[in-house]
C-alpha cells in the first residue's frame, strides 16, 4: 500500500475537522427546532406546529395559528386547541398534564378520507404539537373544510332525525326540501302516496308567509281514517325562503277538549245547585260562580264577572246587608284575611243571621293551586225548624217536671233519654249534668244503692232491653230510710220504656209550680 503524503493527511484532517463542525451544527438546529418555531416564509406556510409550556400556548406558525382563530388574545390554553382539533383527533388528551414525556403520541384522523394525523412529543417541559396532512398544500383550508364538512353532516343528521316534520319552502311557496319526519307524515296522509318533493305542502304556505317569524295552529286531515291531525308550526324566514317546523300537539288539542267538557259539564252541574258556590284563584279573585250565588246575595251578574277580588266582594256583600254588620269597621279588613286563612286551612264555617229573617251557613274550602272556595247555603228554613223543635222539647221537659211523679224514660238500647224534676229529687242525681251517657245499668245499681235488696231491678233490666211484645208492670220497693216506692214500668213507642215512681203516703214530691209564659 502507497504511503500517504504529508498533503494528504492535511487535506484528510480538513475534512474531518469540517465533517466535525457540520454535524455539531446540524444537532444544534435540531435542538433549537424543538424549542422554539422559526421556520422560513415558504416553511410557515406548510408547517403547522404549536408550542406549549404547563397549559399556555408560547409559540405557533402561521398556520396553526390560523387554525386556532383569534390570535390577538395574550394567552391561548391547551383546552382551546385540544378542542379545536378534537373533532378531527377525538384522542388528543383534554388535560395537558396526560401526554406523556417519554413517548410521541401519534393520532390519525378519524375522519373518512382524511389521511392527516397529529404528533405530539414532550421535550424539556416543552410540549410540541405538529399537524401533518400529506394531500393538502394549505392545511389550514383542509382543516376547515374538513370541520366544516363534519359540522354539516352533523347539522344535517340532527334536523333529517328530527322527529318533527321540517321542510323549506321556496318564494312561492314550493317545496324545495323535507325530513324523514317530514316525508313520513306525507306517506301517512296521502293515498296513493305520490313523491313528498313533488307534491304541494302539507301546510298551506299562505299562512305561513311574512317577514317576521309565524306561528300558527294548523290541522291535517287523514285521507284514509278521515283523522284530523293537529299540528303547531313555527315558520322562520331565511333569506327569501322559510324554514318551517311542525310539533304534533294532538295530545294537547284533545287534552284541551276534554277539559272543555269538563267544564261545562261542572258548570251546568253548578248551574242546578240551591247552594251559592265562589270560587276564588291564588290571586284572590273570583274566577268561578253560580247563578244560586246571584239569587242568594243579589250581586249583580255584571259585577261577578268582572271578577271582583274577594275583598271588593265580600264589601259588596256587606253593603248590601247580605252579611252580618260588622262592629268594628276598622277592623274589617283584618277580619276578611282572618276568614281567607281559615278557608285556606279549610276551618272556616260561620251561620250568618242577616237583617232580613234568613240565615246563611258559610263555608270556606280550600281547593288546588292555591284556590279559595266559598259555599253559601240558605238554612233559614232548617234553623226555623231546630228552633221550633227546641221549643217544643223545652215544652215537653217543662210539662213532665211539673208532673207529681218522677219519670225516667230509657231508650230501646237502655240508654237513659229523659227525665223530670222529681226523679231529680227523689233519687239525688241529674242525668244531664253527667258527662256521659247513662244506661240502665248505671241507673238502677243507683237505685239499688238506696233501697233494700229487692229482684226489681235485676227484672227491669231485662225488661228495657226485651223485644217483642211487652206489658206494663207494677212493683213496690222500700227506701232505706223507710220509704215505700210504688213504681210502674210501661211500654212506649219506639221499643222506649217509662219508669215513674210515687211514693206510697204522699200525694206529690214536689210542691205545684205554676208554669208562666
Known amino acids: 500500500m502507497q504511503s500517504l503524503s504529508a498533503l494528504d493527511v492535511l487535506l484528510l484532517?480538513?475534512?474531518?475537522?469540517?465533517?466535525?463542525?457540520?454535524?455539531?451544527?446540524?444537532?444544534?438546529?435540531?435542538?433549537?427546532?424543538?424549542?422554539?418555531?422559526?421556520?422560513?416564509?415558504?416553511?410557515?406556510?406548510?408547517?403547522?406546529?404549536?408550542?406549549?409550556?404547563?397549559?399556555?400556548?408560547?409559540?405557533?406558525?402561521?398556520?396553526?395559528?390560523?387554525?386556532?382563530?383569534?390570535?390577538?388574545?395574550?394567552?391561548?390554553?391547551?383546552?382551546?386547541?385540544?378542542?379545536v382539533l378534537g373533532d378531527r383527533f377525538p384522542g388528543i388528551p383534554l388535560d395537558i398534564n396526560d401526554v406523556s414525556s417519554t413517548k410521541m403520541l401519534s393520532l390519525p384522523s378519524q375522519i373518512q378520507q382524511d389521511d392527516s394525523h397529529l404528533t405530539l412529543e414532550k421535550t424539556n417541559k416543552t410540549l410540541r404539537v405538529e399537524l401533518f396532512d400529506r394531500n393538502s398544500r394549505d392545511v389550514v383550508c383542509r382543516h376547515n373544510l374538513v370541520t366544516l364538512s363534519r359540522e354539516h353532516a352533523f347539522l344535517n343528521d340532527c334536523v333529517s332525525g328530527s322527529p318533527s316534520p321540517a321542510w323549506r319552502t321556496g318564494k312561492n311557496g314550493n317545496l324545495i326540501w323535507t325530513n324523514r319526519a317530514y316525508d313520513q307524515l306525507f306517506a301517512s296522509l296521502k293515498s296513493p302516496n305520490p313523491s313528498a318533493r313533488q307534491a304541494k305542502p302539507l301546510f298551506d304556505p299562505a299562512k305561513l308567509s311574512g317577514n317576521s317569524n309565524t306561528k300558527v295552529r294548523m290541522s291535517l286531515t287523514d285521507e284514509q281514517s278521515n283523522r284530523i291531525l293537529w299540528f303547531d308550526v313555527v315558520s322562520v324566514p331565511v333569506g327569501d325562503q322559510r324554514m318551517n317546523y311542525a310539533t304534533d300537539i294532538n295530545a294537547v288539542v284533545s287534552a284541551e277538549i276534554a277539559q272543555r267538557n269538563f267544564v261545562q259539564t261542572l258548570a251546568k252541574t253548578f248551574a242546578q245547585l240551591s247552594t251559592g258556590l265562589a270560587i276564588f284563584d291564588r290571586k284572590r279573585q273570583l274566577v268561578l260562580f253560580n247563578p244560586a250565588l246571584i239569587d242568594l246575595t243579589s250581586l249583580p251578574a255584571d259585577f261577578l264577572s268582572a271578577r271582583p277580588n274577594l275583598l271588593s266582594f265580600f264589601d259588596r256583600l256587606r253593603d248590601a246587608r247580605m252579611m252580618p254588620e260588622p262592629k268594628n269597621y276598622s277592623s274589617w279588613r283584618e277580619r276578611i284575611a282572618e276568614v281567607v286563612t281559615a278557608a285556606a286551612d279549610g276551618r272556616y264555617q260561620e251561620t250568618w243571621t242577616l237583617s232580613s229573617g234568613s240565615t246563611y251557613r258559610v263555608t270556606g274550602r280550600p281547593h288546588p293551586d292555591g284556590a279559595v272556595a266559598f259555599l253559601i247555603e240558605d238554612v233559614s228554613a232548617e234553623v226555623s225548624l231546630t228552633r221550633r223543635f227546641r221549643s217544643q222539647l223545652e215544652v215537653g221537659q217543662s210539662v213532665i217536671d211539673q208532673q207529681e211523679e218522677a219519670v225516667a224514660v230509657f231508650s230501646s238500647l237502655g240508654v237513659l233519654t229523659l227525665s223530670n224534676a222529681p226523679y231529680t229529687q227523689l233519687w239525688g242525681i241529674d242525668p244531664e249534668n253527667s258527662f256521659a251517657e247513662m244506661t240502665v245499668l248505671d241507673a238502677t245499681r243507683h237505685w239499688q244503692a238506696k233501697c233494700k235488696a229487692t229482684p226489681v231491678w235485676s227484672k227491669l233490666r231485662d225488661y228495657v232491653v226485651e223485644f217483642g211484645e211487652r206489658a206494663e208492670w207494677f212493683a213496690d220497693v222500700e227506701m232505706k230510710d223507710g220509704k215505700a216506692l210504688r213504681c210502674r214500668f210501661t211500654p212506649i213507642a219506639g221499643g222506649a220504656t217509662l219508669a215513674s215512681f210515687r211514693l206510697a203516703h204522699a200525694t206529690a214530691l214536689l210542691p205545684h209550680k205554676t208554669v208562666t209564659a
Open 13 to 83: 484532517f480538513v475534512f474531518s475537522v469540517s465533517c466535525a463542525v457540520g454535524a455539531i451544527l446540524l444537532l444544534g438546529w435540531f435542538d433549537r427546532r424543538k424549542d422554539s418555531v422559526t421556520p422560513t416564509a415558504e416553511q410557515s406556510k406548510q408547517s403547522v406546529v404549536w408550542l406549549f409550556q404547563k397549559d399556555e400556548l408560547i409559540d405557533a406558525t402561521d398556520a396553526a395559528a390560523a387554525i386556532v382563530g383569534d390570535d390577538s388574545r395574550a394567552t391561548v390554553a391547551w383546552a382551546e386547541v385540544a378542542q
